[in-house]
């Protein structure tokens, strides 16, 4: 499945949008990312713990939203975008979402 930040994929052509699709996790923090989170704050530098967590997080929403494009027979979803929100105390949600669309059947296409 080709994916996109942006509203066309160079070399291709979109002929229908199917509609827009997403994918979500929720995370909670754990106890020892949050020790090691509080003594960066103290000294600096990256928080390697949280850095893992958004990134298993990115990659869990980004496969839901293609699982999901899958399923409504997409070919690419395009003008993908990534948002975080805080649901409760500690958890926070990733969600990946975009449009899924159906690319023109073109045989000199890079993916023939």
Not at 21 to 26: D, E, F, K, S, Y
Request: proline share 2%; hydrophobic share 40%; charged share 15%.
């Amino acid at each position: 499945m080709i994916t996109s930040t942006t509203e066309t994929i160079p070399g291709l052509q979109i002929s229908s949008h199917l509609g827009v699709v997403c994918g979500n996790t929720v995370r909670a923090k754990h106890v020892g990312r949050d020790l090691m989170a509080g003594l960066k704050t103290i000294i600096g530098g990256e928080v390697s713990g949280y850095t893992e967590m958004l990134q298993e997080s990115r990659n869990q929403a980004t496969d839901r939203m293609v699982a999901q494009g899958k399923a409504m027979g997409a070919d690419a979803i395009v003008n993908v975008r990534f948002t975080t929100s805080q649901v409760a105390q500690g958890m926070s949600e990733m969600l990946a979402y975009g449009s899924a669309v159906k690319l023109a059947q073109n045989t000199s296409s890079p993916l023939s």
